[in-house]
Nanobody, 121 residues
Framework: QVQLVESGGGLVQAGGSLRLSCAAS????????MGWYRQAPGKQRELVAR???????NYVNFVKGRFTISRGNAENTVYLQMNSLKPKDTAVYYC???????????????WGKGTLVTVSS
């Protein structure tokens, strides 16, 4: 099994910023896409952003211009810089990874346990 560990969540005021980090707990050789999902209270889990090994990115419309996903120098690491946070961004954020990159996003194969982001008004 693949283990993913997220960090960087916390409580921030509206308009503030957070940077989430994710890394595999062991060496993974076949990962070609990593991303972030979130699940807000009472809502379904949704894709926030993803990035392929080639640098292609996708963002959900609501976060475009505010969030930036990036890859680290270490293999199988990914970051999510979140700026201009809004109360509706409050959710558990999950790191995810997949061996296969698809043009149309699909459910990832491997998942972290999540990190809570709370944005106060």
């Amino acid at each position: 099994q693949v283990q993913l560990v997220e960090s960087g969540g916390g409580l921030v005021q509206a308009g503030g910023s957070l940077r989430l980090s994710c890394a595999a707990s062991r060496t993974i050789f076949s990962i070609n896409v990593m991303g972030w999902y979130r699940q807000a209270p009472g809502k379904q889990r949704e894709l926030v952003a993803r990035i392929s090994n080639g640098g292609s990115t996708n963002y959900v419309n609501f976060v475009k211009g505010r969030f930036t996903i990036s890859r680290g120098n270490a293999e199988n690491t990914v970051y999510l810089q979140m700026n201009s946070l809004k109360p509706k961004d409050t959710a558990v954020y999950y790191c995810a990874a997949d061996r296969y990159y698809t043009i149309i996003p699909r459910t990832m194969e491997y998942w972290g346990k999540g990190t809570l982001v709370t944005v106060s008004s």
